[in-house]
């Protein structure tokens, strides 16, 4: 019987953070785009909650969650980028113009984003070889 890569926990955790953190790197870029538009607020994405994550996953019943043959087991949904929450992130109070976008923060932000995208992406490469690894290839 194959396995799809795909619908492996380990694998779906990781595209989804990438994903997230995909979606934050386009809003990031958004603020700094904006930052010298009067009245822009910055915007970020609101960080996924891990227990949140377990919380639904636990309670779906899909047809395509994962089956659980032991009360141990964990089932994991995947979620897409349209579950992320855009929230307004001011980097600073705002100035007579209401801008409050702050281009030191928010380039920041973008590095550890990217950082963060950088090392999910590595990961995710470590375990294809290692399942490549393991099959013999």
Same mark, same amino acid.
């Given at each position: 019987?194959?396995?799809?890569?795909?619908?492996?926990? +380990?694998?779906?955790?990781?595209?989804?953070?990438?994903?997230?953190?995909?979606?934050?790197?386009?809003? +990031?870029?958004?603020?700094?785009?904006?930052?010298?538009?009067?009245?822009?607020? *910055?915007?970020? +994405?609101?960080?996924?909650?891990?227990?949140?994550?377990?919380?639904?996953? !636990?309670?779906?019943?899909?047809?395509?969650?994962?089956? !659980? !043959?032991?009360?141990? $087991?964990? *089932?994991?949904?995947?979620?897409?980028?349209?579950?992320?929450?855009?929230?307004?992130?001011?980097?600073?109070?705002?100035?007579?113009?209401?801008? !409050?976008?702050? +281009?030191?923060?928010?380039?920041?932000?973008?590095?550890?984003?990217? *950082?963060?995208?950088?090392?999910?992406?590595?990961?995710?490469?470590?375990?294809?070889?290692?399942?490549?690894?393991?099959?013999? $290839?």
């Amino acid at each position: 019987m194959a396995m799809n890569v795909d619908d492996m926990p +380990l694998f779906t955790m990781l595209r989804q953070r990438m994903s997230w953190l995909s979606a934050r790197q386009n809003v +990031l870029a958004q603020n700094v785009a904006n930052a010298d538009t009067p009245g822009f607020n *910055a915007r970020d +994405l609101k960080p996924v909650n891990f227990e949140d994550v377990l919380r639904t996953a !636990t309670k779906s019943n899909t047809a395509s969650a994962l089956t !659980t !043959t032991d009360p141990h $087991h964990i *089932a994991l949904k995947s979620t897409s980028s349209s579950d992320f929450t855009d929230i307004e992130a001011p980097d600073s109070a705002a100035p007579p113009g209401g801008n !409050t976008v702050s +281009l030191e923060q928010e380039m920041i932000r973008v590095a550890d984003t990217q *950082a963060e995208y950088q090392a999910a992406s590595n990961l995710y490469a470590k375990a294809i070889d290692m399942m490549k690894l393991a099959i013999g $290839h």
